[in-house]
């Protein structure tokens, strides 16, 4: 018998993924430069995250026209983000048939107490957290791939550092406690208990997680790799920088030798400069932080 | 006797399952990234993952003509979806296939099935992500199964090729026909290399 979208399948293509580098894309053209710098997938999008923070106002789906144009620029995976909550985006997106749809906290939330209900589509969602309940109450709607939020469009890699630390020690923890005391953990982490056992059992999470959120340069994936991301995501990093061919080689080349610095240290030669940095206080006081967006 | 070594490639893609799969099943194993790696590998797997990267990654470090070396003296291996696809003419020219992308459609079309393949044991569930299938093979390519008429695992020689993913959904018949190969080549290097000895 023949099925389509079951979760091993849904899962599965986030499998393939692994190792991997996503690029954040505005255009056939940085498509087409994404996937010859040997990007896994692109996101397509309206403006990077960079540019949706000064831009301001409420940020929403690229036009289909965008996402059309950038489907037929490259044969590797193409992913698209919905706000959080606004299932009738995350149809739209399903009806232009995009591979994966990113619940984005990029842009601006519709509802603010539900996620979209991802069983009901047949596209697989990835979905952003800062922690592991988060996360897990995001595959438990039905993601099939989560990614730690960091700070998207600061080029500053200290928050997606913090939620990878913090996903990673809650696992760890979870693997030590004694197997009575996994209901109060779940009561803790707003979790469901199934959820919170099967991570404490196989100490890690069941889908695959990836990174992002502020990253910038061959060593800032590495180190994201090395933290236990699966894979990277690079938004306003590569296309905010001087020469965004090489830098997005560069990252690719140091997401498949993470753990070998004196590759790590050949990428990062001669680049020119990364993007711009902000510090995480100044965009604080500016109007907020994204990855407070999501519940 | 040691086990056969089974070398992964690891440019991108999940490696990792491969590596598990193979674990389990008794074998040593050793991911592949650089040419350095190659030396001394009894079998070969070349996992899913996505084609271009991948492509692109076996130019950076140099690993197509050490690669076709090691194929090419006789040693076994297994490509799954990205696999296949890297083994076709149009890229390493191990096999003697050509290969479709993407061939059933974009994620939305992708799916499980049953399959049969009783070339290597029966019936076997099958998931095939944004997966391949072979548009046209040469008269030496054995087809052992098919989806909508569309070959999707072939054999030639010491290499077997599927367009679906064995690693991901628990099915160990592949792994185990290429560890029985790899056995089997490891344990002629060393009577080859113990008679050399007794000389």
Known sequence: ?295 | MAPPVIGVLAIQGDFEAHVRVLERLGAETRTVRTPKDIGGLDGLVIPGGESTTMTSGIQREGLAGPLRDLVRAGTPVLGTCAGLIMLDRSHLGLLDIEAERNAFGRQVRSFEADLDMPALGGALRAVFIRAPWVAEHGEGVEVLAEVDGHPVAVREGEILAVAFHPEIEGETRLHEWLLERAGRRCRQASDTKNGGQAE
């Open chain 1, 1 to 295: 018998m023949r099925e389509e979208s079951t979760f091993r399948v849904k899962s599965g293509l986030a499998e393939m993924l692994k190792g991997g580098v996503i690029m954040d894309v505005v255009s056939a053209e940085q498509a087409r430069i994404a996937e010859s710098a040997g990007a896994v997938a692109v996101m397509a999008l309206e403006r990077v995250p960079a540019d949706i923070r000064a831009a301001g106002g409420v940020a929403r789906m690229a036009d289909p026209t965008k996402v059309e144009e950038i489907q037929q620029a490259v044969t590797i995976p193409v992913m698209a983000k919905a706000r959080i909550g606004h299932f009738v985006e995350a149809q739209v997106l399903e009806a232009l048939e995009v591979d994966y749809i990113d619940e984005s906290e990029v842009l601006t939330p519709v509802d603010e107490a539900h996620h979209i209900d991802k069983w009901a589509f047949k596209v697989p969602f990835v979905c952003g957290a800062t922690h592991l309940g988060e996360a897990l109450r995001r595959i438990a709607e039905g993601a099939a791939m989560i990614r730690s939020k960091g700070e998207a469009g600061t080029g500053n890699v200290v928050e997606a550092v913090r939620h990878m630390r913090s996903i990673g020690g809650d696992i760890r923890r979870l693997g030590s406690l004694d197997k009575a005391e996994l209901a109060t953990a779940a009561k803790e982490h707003q979790a469901p208990l199934d959820l919170v056992r099967k991570v404490a059992e196989e100490g890690r999470l069941p889908v695959v997680m990836f990174s992002a959120g502020g990253i910038a340069t061959p060593a800032d994936a590495a180190l994201m790799m090395r933290l236990g991301a699966e894979g990277v995501f690079v938004g306003s990093g590569i296309f905010k920088a001087e020469d965004p061919e090489r830098t997005g080689a560069a990252i690719v080349e140091a997401t498949t030798h993470f753990e070998d610095p004196a590759r790590i240290a050949a990428a990062s030669r001669d680049l020119g400069e990364a993007m711009a940095g902000l510090e995480i206080s100044t965009v604080e006081a500016q109007g907020g932080l994204l990855q407070q967006r999501g519940w």
